[in-house]
């Protein structure tokens, strides 16, 4: 919903709460996955809690462990490729992990850059030429955009045309402050 246009190139949905009602059931459903998973964390505490009560300390207990003769050997050359093979060559393991991973980027990025139906163009719509790009950052740094925005006056829509210009704000550069007797306002006549 948010990246729906209209033809002329307006959003679709420019109201956010439009937007916002519609994600309330995702909300909820988030809200219920959310509580499942602080409920979840409390019994594991709970539950690590009651077994650590329900053990007994046995004091100086010999430590017993299975005999290494009973394990049944296993030949190294019979599973030569298994992933024993792997974990003895931290190096080898690593750089085929980083193949397998930029051969998954490239897999997921590729496209992106090759089907041009992936970005949602607009006929109507054409890209700012330079000039337009620099008009448009003055706009925006000056805070003409609060004021003179395309929502609020559409020329041509027939409603009430936009106002003069206001004044320009005091600046050092264009209006100097006068010094000595110069500022005291002159008083003169007209006819």
């Known amino acids: 919903m948010w990246k ?20 309330i059931p995702m909300y909820r459903l988030r809200a219920i996955g959310g509580s499942l998973y602080i ?17 007994r300390f046995v004091p100086e207990q010999e430590v017993q462990a299975a005999p290494l003769a ?16 792997l ?28 089907i041009k139906e992936n970005v949602p163009t607009i006929a109507s719509v054409k890209p700012y030429s330079s000039l337009e790009v620099l008009g448009r950052d003055i706009y925006i740094r000056e805070g003409c955009v609060g004021c003179h925005s395309p929502r609020s006056h559409k020329p041509g829509a027939g409603g009430a045309a936009p106002h003069p210009p206001r004044p320009l704000p005091w600046h050092p550069v264009s209006q100097p402050r006068p010094h000595g007797r110069e500022r005291q306002p002159r008083l003169t006549l007209s006819a």
């Open 4 to 23: 729906q246009f209209t033809s002329e190139g307006f959003m679709q949905y420019p109201n956010f709460l439009e937007t916002v009602l519609q994600l």
């Open 39 to 55: 409920i979840g964390a409390l019994l594991m505490c709970y539950n690590l809690w009651k077994t650590a009560k329900s053990g």
């Open 70 to 85: 009973s394990q049944p050997k296993v030949e190294e050359h019979q599973r030569a490729w298994g992933h024993r093979w």
């Open 87 to 114: 974990e003895a060559k931290p190096l080898t393991f690593t750089v085929l992990a980083f193949v397998a991973v930029v051969i998954g980027g490239l897999i997921e990025i590729i496209p992106m850059y090759l």
